[in-house]
């Protein structure tokens, strides 16, 4: 088995202690940052997946997520400004009158690792909360509503669409949480919507290299 497969494994079983170790072994095999980061990302996909098809929970999500973070911060040093482009700024918060912070808050992990600042303004965030956060800071280039109330659908929607109204350019807005599916967030105007925290890092990536 390959370091970069160990790190894999070991990320997938939310072992914080030992993979900083071994990210130090796979980058003193040869492979470059960005490999084991497009691994260590991969790997959230398929936690993703898993806990989409109700085989894992939130505990073990956690620890997935941990474990990467850990990673991450192995490999931080080896990004030169050239080699690691930042993608930018992502303002992250969930729509107003919901207060769920966990998923939310994974996205944001994620999110973060995959090379974004990341502003995470919290629960219950207005429409008008998050137009400020693009005017204030640089270089927003992705905006993630998050929602897990049927209730709050109509919120999401005012969201999205003030966003979109807001003056500002430059930047996607993706959305997700239980409720939401791809033709509720094609229907709002949202440019992405992922299903999971794994897969919100990737479309991130996505919506932003374009």
């Known amino acids: ?17 030992v993979v900083p170790g071994l990210v130090q072994e796979a980058l003193a095999e040869g492979n470059s940052a960005d490999s084991i980061l497009q691994a260590m990302i991969a790997t959230m996909g398929v936690i993703g997946d898993k806990f989409s098809a109700g ?3 939130v505990p073990e999500m956690l620890v997935a997520a941990k474990a990467m973070a850990k990673g991450v911060d192995v490999l931080k040093p080896h990004f030169s400004a050239d080699s690691r482009p930042s993608l930018g700024t992502c303002v992250i918060g969930t729509v107003a009158g919901d207060l769920h912070d966990i998923g939310k808050n994974l996205v944001a992990m994620m999110i973060e690792s995959a090379g974004f600042d990341v502003v995470n303004l919290g629960v219950d965030v207005s429409a008008a909360k998050f137009v400020e956060a693009v005017k204030e800071n640089k270089n927003v280039t992705l905006v993630a509503c998050s929602g897990l109330l049927t209730t709050t659908m109509p919120a999401m929607k005012e969201t999205v669409q ?4 807001c003056g500002e350019t430059g930047f996607k807005v993706i959305v997700g949480g239980a409720p939401v599916s791809p033709e509720y967030a094609a229907s709002i105007g949202a440019d ?3 299903p999971d925290a794994g897969s919100a890092a990737v479309k991130a990536v996505e919506l932003v290299k374009g």
């Open 192 to 194: 992405g919507f992922a």
């Open 55 to 57: 085989e894992i929970f």
């Open 1 to 17: 088995m390959s370091k970069i497969e160990e790190v894999k494994a070991m990320v997938e079983a939310g072992k914080s202690k």
């Open 162 to 165: 003030t966003l979109k109204s």
